[in-house]
């Protein structure tokens, strides 16, 4: 018997992507969202948080890729990162995948979506045990102002700014940060799309560009957000990612990638001209 259920995410009030669901694994409330794991025909597991997909096992990999390895090989020797947010699991996985790597700590609010991906999505969630990720549940706005610690990288793996995510994008949390960055430390994180949320990747640059001597916006492209081509900010005291990017540390880490790679740093870097036109004044890839 086949399922006839569908679920469609909606953006606000003019556009609808639509998956197959074959069955729903996980639906449950937590005191910040709603947190449902379906199964679906084309895209196998997906993470849906207060309806908005998360995560899918198909395209996850270009998401979790880019969100870390550019950092991570820009950066030349990371040992202490900080992921804030990345419930399933996915960034700490690629994380630990750098053997330079001493520690992650993962600092996600919702224990209901770490819980859940652990037990439906190993994918994502397989290096949630591992000895090297130290997982706080917990707010990521609350450890940074707090933390004595410093860290080299930082991912701010989080959803949209609404609900929990929210300060995530203010520019008390980026001085926070960069306060507990090391002296050359770099902060990367989900920027949203181009096409739909150009104000908020403003928004974010403007906060960025305040706190930070160098900023920067590079794509990526996934089938499950709307509108395909969605972006990271980049951030750093120091590093840029393309002059300051050694090729030759990714051929001797002997990782393998189902999306990054040497060339796909460089290029990812390369916004279209309608991008470059609305944000010139808030980064510096328009000098590349």
């Known amino acids: 018997m086949h399922s006839n259920l569908w679920i469609e995410e909606t ?8 998956f197959k669901v074959e069955r729903i694994l996980f639906s449950g409330k937590s005191e910040f969202q709603t947190v449902d794991i379906v199964e679906t025909k084309g895209h196998g597991k997906m993470l849906l948080n207060d309806g908005l997909v998360m995560v899918t096992e198909r395209d ?53 979506v770490v819980d859940a991906c652990k037990q439906y999505i190993p994918q994502t969630s397989c290096a949630l045990n591992n000895k090297k990720v130290n997982l706080v549940i917990g707010d990521g706005v609350k450890f940074v102002k707090e933390t004595s610690e410093k860290f080299d990288v930082i991912i701010v793996d989080s959803t949209d700014p609404i609900g929990p995510a929210q300060p995530l994008f203010g520019e008390e949390f980026y001085q926070d940060v960069y306060n507990c960055l090391s002296d050359d430390g770099i902060v990367v994180s989900q920027g949203e799309s181009s096409w739909y949320a150009i104000d908020i990747q403003r928004s974010l640059l403007t906060v960025l560009n305040r706190v930070f001597p160098k900023c920067f916006l590079y794509n990526f492209s996934n089938l499950t957000y709307p509108g395909g081509l ?48 609305e944000l010139s004044d808030l980064i510096d890839n328009s000098e590349l």
């Open 11 to 18: 953006f606000e009030d003019y556009l609808g992507l639509r």
């Open 60 to 112: 996850e990999f270009a998401y979790h890729d880019m969100i870390t390895h550019l950092p991570l090989f820009t950066h030349p020797c990371p040992k202490n990162v900080l992921v804030i947010g990345g419930g399933d699991g996915g960034t700490a996985r690629e994380v630990i995948r750098h053997t330079g790597i001493e520690k992650c700590t993962m600092v996600e609010i919702d224990a209901m």
């Open 230 to 277: 969605w972006c990271f900010t980049f951030a750093s005291k120091k590093h840029h990612p393309i002059n300051d990017f050694n090729e030759q540390r990714v051929k001797d880490s002997g990782l393998t990638f189902s999306y990054y790679n040497t060339r796909l740093h460089t290029a990812a870097f390369a916004l279209p001209s309608f991008v470059i036109s």
